[in-house]
């Protein structure tokens, strides 16, 4: 397994100075791995004449699909097609679930249909299938999976484990059983995933004992080993169910399959121990933890600082962090937002502040969730100026993967039910004008409504109410339709 990363080393070393000078994945995420930065590299890279081997876009690609990062995905794999780098049939399944992921199932099936019928095989239409089932289209995945029957695609666990998950996501899961039954008389092999979902479907309907004839069965059989994901799943199926004995079993034996020493796995044991109030073992499996990987990931320190918090440990919490804080090389804002709501959940304001100043001098950035943090803080403690101004930064500066930050709608109306009580005109207005300036749409009738009775409480009157109305296309209520003769005066 070794030898064909060795030679990928050696090429990268020994190619021309037209191709990149380092993997086409490092450049991409030198800047760290927020969807700004990945997306900046990324158009550097395809505006300059550098080449890359197609191993490393294939790479990349998944990569990249990996950590969720489907927009730079995607448009790598069309570019590098446009530019004519021949796709296997694999490379176009990956292709259609990057559409499905970033423009929709409508133009992933047009993907499809598109495609020569030699690529039509399992592994396209495995992934147009899944497509459906993630996105509940549960008619839709039935005829499809019909018609890989008829075509005798040779079909594996992997398509019956789709419409296993969607028939639990969409509340069905008595579905299963006969799935599962089918797949015995076509005598198609389960993976764990299969052996997975089956226990979760049984778990459902609250049958502990079937749960456990699942794992008896693969035990049984022999042809699939139960992994570590085998027992994370019985383990939270027992921790769900309250029977924390047999979770700890569970979780005993999911330590001793995780011989790879997967980081994942490691996690889940300190999740599951958290949610039956096992101190003790969350700090020993962190030990554990830290000693497979001394270089411990951002994502690692924030799991424990998260778990620390639920479970009241606020100053093991600050010294996990402090030990993150002095050794990390990439300033995640996640893991200081993490202490951070533990502080304002608290009452613990300075400390909070302190901490998000202490992140700025360090090279974080306060992100969307940073000051919805401080938003909830001032919104319990009715401190509705402060609140006003955290909503501005919010929205200023938007969500981490680029798309913008909008507040709920019970958060609009939580401010306009104040400046209604206060009789704020001035307040609404401002506050209404931040939401504006972030292209917040679709604000509602309530939120208009509320608006006139601010006007009319204060005794004041706006030419301008009415032509908003007309302009937002919102019809409002008799009563407040009264209201506006009033305030809405020429």
Known sequence: MAMPQ??????????????????????????????????????????????????????????LRDRDRFYPALKLSETMAERGMNMTISDQAIHLDLIAKTRGVA??????????????????????????????????????????????????????????????????PEKIPIIIQEMKSLDIMPDSYTYNVWMRALAA???????????????????????????????????????????????????????????????FLITLYARMGNLLEVYRVWRSLRLAFPKTANVSYLNMIQVLVKLKDLPGAEKCFREWDSGCSNYDIRVV??????????????????????????????????????????????????????????ISIGRGDGQKWVPSPEIVGVFMQHFEQEKDVDGAEGFLEILKGGAVEGLGVEVFESWIRIYAAAGRTSPVLRRKLKMENVEVSDSCKKLLEKVSVE
């Open 6 to 63: 060795l030679s990928r080393t050696k090429n990268i070393a020994k190619r021309s100075k037209k191709y990149l000078d380092e993997a086409l994945y490092k450049r991409l995420f030198k800047d760290g791995s927020s969807e700004m930065s990945v997306r900046i590299q990324l158009n550097r890279f395809l505006k300059s004449s550098k080449r890359v081997f197609k191993w490393e876009v294939g790479d990349t690609v998944k990569n």
């Open 107 to 172: 133009a992933a099936e047009n993907y499809f249909i598109d495609l020569p019928e030699a690529s039509k095989n399992h592994l396209t239409y495995g992934t147009l299938l899944n497509c459906y089932c993630k996105e509940l289209l549960m008619e839709k995945a039935e005829a499809l999976m019909e018609r890989m029957k008829e075509l005798r695609l040779g079909l594996s666990s992997m398509p019956y484990n789709s419409l296993m998950t969607l028939y639990t996501k969409i509340g069905q």
């Open 205 to 267: 309907v609250n049958d502990i004992f079937g749960v456990e004839r699942v794992i008896e069965e693969m035990k049984r059989d022999g042809r699939v080993a139960g992994d570590w994901t085998t027992y994370s799943n019985l383990a939270s199926i027992y921790v769900d169910a309250g029977l924390f004995e047999k979770a700890e079993k569970a979780l005993k034996e999911l330590e001793k399959r995780n011989a790879y020493r997967d980081l994942t796995a490691f996690q």
């Open 337 to 394: 937002n993490a202490l951070l709501g533990a502080y304002a959940e608290e009452g613990l304001l300075e400390k909070a502040e302190e901490l998000k100043e202490h992140a700025c001098r360090r090279g974080g950035k306060p992100n969307a969730k940073t000051w919805e943090i401080f938003l909830d803080y001032y919104l319990k403690k009715g401190e509705m100026k402060q609140a006003v101004h955290c909503i501005a930064n919010a």
